[in-house]
């Protein structure tokens, strides 16, 4: 770890080899398209030109309904930087895999909350994000970056990220007036007509970099005492 204080900073892990290792969640309620994006993002980049490379595709556990059982986990590595690796994961979202859910987000170092954009899905993506803000026990942008999806743009009479904004404002529970505020995005998670599901992706990496930098200063003041358990990648 990083940071002793593990309530605080980052707490990114280092392996015995050196490697930077960072844990990014897909969270959100049961269909929201988490699986469907993050399957979408490694396709994207499997036949892109993009900033990182596939590791380990992506493994998912799921039902026959589709719906995820347990989580999905992929990982990339950064091309620029060879010693940092991201480890992609989802939840799975239906209500009653919560203690899973809470286990999984055992040393989460980045999230992107997948809204999904339908109207009649509004308090499940809302109680979902509930969950969220008590299981991180208030570590939710001051140290963990966010980023938000409005999702299934492509269907009729969706949210769109203006309401989305208004609405989390108008029930406090974000403010989008700081600068590390969640950027709202529309997106489309299926992959024949993706919209901004890379460009979430890299923003979300931007935001991580500078949350390191901003734990820099403790970093070389305490160099990481890296715990016996780190695993390989
Ligand atoms: N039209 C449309 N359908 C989508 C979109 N994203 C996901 N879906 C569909 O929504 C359904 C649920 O998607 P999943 O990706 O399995 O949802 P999930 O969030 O992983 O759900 P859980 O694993 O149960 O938490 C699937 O039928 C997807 O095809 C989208 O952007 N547009
Ligand atoms: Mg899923």
Known sequence: MINEDPKKGMNIRIN?????LIKII?????????????DTLFKLVNDGDFNIKIIQSLKKIDMKSGSTLYF?????????????FYNVYTVAGQVRFSPLRERLFDGT???IFVFDGQRNRLSENIDSLK???????????SDIPLLIMVNKQDLPNVMDKSEIK??????????FNDKWSPIVYETIAL???????????????????????????????????????????
């Open 191 to 233: 992959h024949k007509n993706s919209q901004n599901i890379y460009t979430i992706f890299s923003e979300l990496l931007r935001r991580i970099a500078q949350y390191i930098q901003k734990d820099r200063k403790d970093l070389d003041k305490n160099p990481p005492n890296l715990p016996k358990d780190v695993p390989e990648l």
């Open 166 to 175: 208004d609405f989390l404002e108008s029930e406090k529970l974000f403010d």
């Open 109 to 111: 170092n980045a999230i």
């Open 26 to 38: 897909y969270w959100g309620c049961a269909g929201s398209g988490k699986t469907t994006a993050v």
């Open 72 to 84: 999905d986990r992929g990982v990339f590595q950064s091309k620029i930087q060879e010693k940092i």
């Open 16 to 20: 015995k080899k050196g490697d930077i």
């Open 131 to 141: 969950e969220l803000k008590k299981i991180s026990g208030n570590r939710l942008i």
